[in-house]
């Protein structure tokens, strides 16, 4: 029976990791910051209105929380997509 021990190294990473996000994630990140806080945004409109019916105030809020949502998607998709066609072979 081999020991867990002896394939450790097998498994883990050649560098160990110290917790905190490397500079490719933090990137990441704050290119998707906008649609983060949009669907943020949805769902604090939208916890609102679990313990009650929605008024027509509260109804529009939602409908503006999805379209800033979509409009999120909609910017990095496409900031995606010029990314990736200007990145091309020439």
Known sequence: MKSIAALQAAVTAA??????????ELAAI?????LILA??????TQIMTIDRT??????????????RVLAARRD?????ATLTVSGGAA
């Open 30 to 34: 704050e290119v998707e910051s906008p």
């Open 39 to 44: 669907e943020v945004t949805l769902l604090d």
């Open 76 to 80: 990095l998709a496409n900031r995606a």
């Open 54 to 67: 929605p008024t027509e105030l509260d109804q529009q809020r939602i409908r503006r929380a999805r379209r």
């Open 15 to 24: 560098t160990p990791f110290d917790g905190e996000p490397s500079e490719a």
